[in-house]
């Protein structure tokens, strides 16, 4: 993990994004005091997930099947903020 002051991320971001890059984590401080982290965005997987996959680890209630309480669904349709 690399530390660094946001003037100095500035004037090198070339140089830190290419450290990220690699799988360095850079991260970004004001007055020495850590703020903010750039890391690198984790790949995708390739292959696509089959479905049906956690068949059997869990089961769902009767009660899932079931309306929401009316003051739920305001929520939903804007009545409340």
């Known amino acids: 993990m ?3 002051n ?4 500035k004037t090198h971001l070339s140089k830190y994004l290419g450290q990220v ?4 984590t850079v991260v970004l401080c004001r007055h020495n005091k850590p ?3 750039i890391r690198p965005i984790r790949k995708r ?8 996959q956690c068949k059997g680890q869990f089961q769902l ?10 003051e739920l669904m305001a ?5 409340r903020p």
């Open 2 to 4: 690399i530390e660094v």
């Open 6 to 9: 946001i003037h100095e991320a």
């Open 21 to 24: 890059e690699r799988g360095e």
């Open 35 to 37: 703020i903010a982290e």
């Open 45 to 52: 997987q390739s292959k696509r997930r089959t479905f049906g």
């Open 61 to 70: 209630g009767p009660e899932f099947f079931e309306p929401l309480p009316a």
């Open 75 to 79: 929520y939903f349709s804007g009545e």
